[in-house]
């Protein structure tokens, strides 16, 4: 049977990016979300959420809990990744403040970004 854990580094990350997107502290975030600061500070640690933060969390960010679950018995080179852009064309999509132009515009931004990287791995 697989063992499944929380990413909490990649949970803080993304509250991180959504707390300096809206220019909180992280006190500011604690209070908007409804949980306690304490909770946010053991993330900060890499301490794993109970499964009501846990919930509420992923709740706050509009993103499924799933996003923040890896697989420990699964070396992490043999998960296959999906491509980024795959990943992240519903969160785009399902922006109201975005056209379809606009969406062409940053997923072709994002691409251009990932063979970059790709590339400069390569040359390292």
Do not use: C
């Not at 890896?70 to 852009?85: F, N, Y």
């Not at 064309?89 to 403040?97: C, V």
């Not at 940053?106 to 791995?121: C, F, G, K, M, Y």
């Amino acid at each position: 049977m697989t063992k499944t854990r929380i990413d909490v580094q990649g949970l803080y990350a993304a509250l991180d990016a959504e707390r300096s997107a809206r220019g909180l502290s992280w006190r500011q975030l604690a209070k908007e979300i409804g949980v306690s600061p304490s909770l946010l500070s053991r993330l900060s640690n890499d301490l794993r959420p109970d499964a009501d933060g846990f919930a509420t969390l992923v709740r706050w960010l509009n993103m499924p809990a799933e996003q923040f679950m890896v697989d420990l018995d699964v070396a992490p080179r043999s998960q296959t990744e999906p491509d980024l852009v795959t990943q992240l064309a519903p969160l785009l999509r399902a922006r109201q403040d975005l056209d379809k132009r606009d969406i062409a515009y940053l997923e072709d931004v994002i691409r251009a970004t990932v063979r970059h990287v790709q590339a400069s791995r390569q040359g390292s």
